[in-house]
C-alpha cells in the first residue's frame, strides 16, 4: 500500500508542479511528499524530477513513468470501482467542486444526508466561482452554472437557470433604469463584474430582438466572488447579472429590482461535469444522481411565485 500512496504522490505532483501544491491536495505535509517521492525515486533508481530553488522539472525518464503511473492508478480505481458496485457499497474519496452559490445553497446543505446513506464515502467539497480543471485538482465532479465548454468532458444538465439584470432602487433612483444593453453602454452605467484574474474585458450575452449579442460592459467594482457582486448591488453601487434563484428573496421583497428589461440576459444550465472514466466509479455516479434530483427541486422552490419580465 506504501508503495500505491508513493505512486499516487508522485502523479500529484507531477500535475500540480510543486512539493506544497501535492502536500495541500493530499491533506499532508511538504516533508511527507517529500519523503514519499524519495522513497519512489530509490526504489526505482532513477530521477523522477531534477530540483532547482524554483520549481520541478520532471526529467525524461519522470514523464515515462508517469502515463504508466497513470494507467496503474486507473487500474485500480476500475478493480475497487467494480468490487464497490458488487457489493453495493461505494467507499473513498469524493473530490467536488461548485460555484459558491450551487455549493452554499444546494450542495452543502446534503452533504450529510448523502454520507448517512453511504458512510464509507468522504466527500471533499471545493467551492469557487473560478473555472475548474477536472485533472490537474484532482477532482471527481464539478458543478457548473453556464455552458460546457471543454468537449473532452461529460456533462449532465440538472436545471435550466433564468438569469436578470438588477439594482437597488437607491441606484435606480441615482441613475435611472436603463431599457436595454445599448443604455448600459451608452450611458455607461456601473455593472459588477464577475471577473477572475488574467481577464481584459467582459462582456455581457444578452437577448435582443435580432437574437444573442454581446454588450461590452464596465464598472468601478469587479470581484471573484459572486456574493460579494450582490452585496454590493444591495447597497446600491450597481447594477448585476445573477441567477435568479441567487437573489430571489432579494426580488420578492424589493431589494433589487429587474433593469434592462428589453434585453434579458440568456438562461444558463446548471450541470455537472466529470471525465468519462469517472462516472464508471459508483460512488460518483450516486452522487450525481443523489444531487441532480435536489438541486433541481431547490431551483423550483426558491424561484416559486417570482413574476419575471418578458
Sequence with gaps: ??????????????????????????????????????????????????????????????????????????????????VADVSRMPRGTLSVAAPFSVGRRFIAPEVPDFQKSYPLVEVRLRMSDRHVDLVTEGLDVAF??????????????????QRILCAAPTYIARRGNPRDGETLMRDRHDCLILRFPGAREFQW??????GLARFAIA???????GDVLTAWALDGHGIVLKPVFEIADHLREGRLVPVATATPPASAPVA??????????PK???????????????????????????
Design 1 to 82: 500500500m506504501a508503495y500505491i500512496n508513493n505512486i499516487k504522490t508522485f502523479v500529484r505532483i507531477f500535475e500540480l508542479g510543486s512539493l506544497s501544491a501535492a502536500a495541500r491536495d493530499q491533506r499532508t505535509s511538504p516533508a511527507v511528499v517529500s519523503s514519499r517521492l524519495a522513497q519512489l525515486e530509490d526504489h526505482l533508481g532513477i530521477r523522477l524530477f531534477l530540483r532547482t530553488t524554483r520549481r520541478l522539472q520532471p526529467t525524461e525518464q519522470g514523464r515515462i513513468f508517469y502515463d504508466g503511473a497513470g494507467r496503474v492508478l486507473e487500474a485500480i480505481a476500475d478493480a475497487e470501482a467494480a
Design 205 to 210: 450575452t444578452l437577448m435582443t430582438s435580432d
Design 144 to 161: 457548473v452554472l453556464g455552458a460546457l465548454e471543454d468537449s473532452t468532458l461529460r456533462q449532465r444538465v440538472i436545471a435550466d437557470c
Design 284 to 310: 460518483t455516479r450516486l452522487f450525481i444522481d443523489f444531487m441532480a434530483v435536489r438541486i433541481k427541486r431547490a431551483i423550483e422552490r426558491s424561484i416559486a411565485g417570482i413574476q419575471l419580465p418578458r
Design 219 to 225: 464598472g468601478p467594482f469587479d470581484s471573484d466572488d
Design 272 to 281: 455537472c461535469i466529470y471525465a468519462h472514466r469517472r462516472h464508471q466509479d
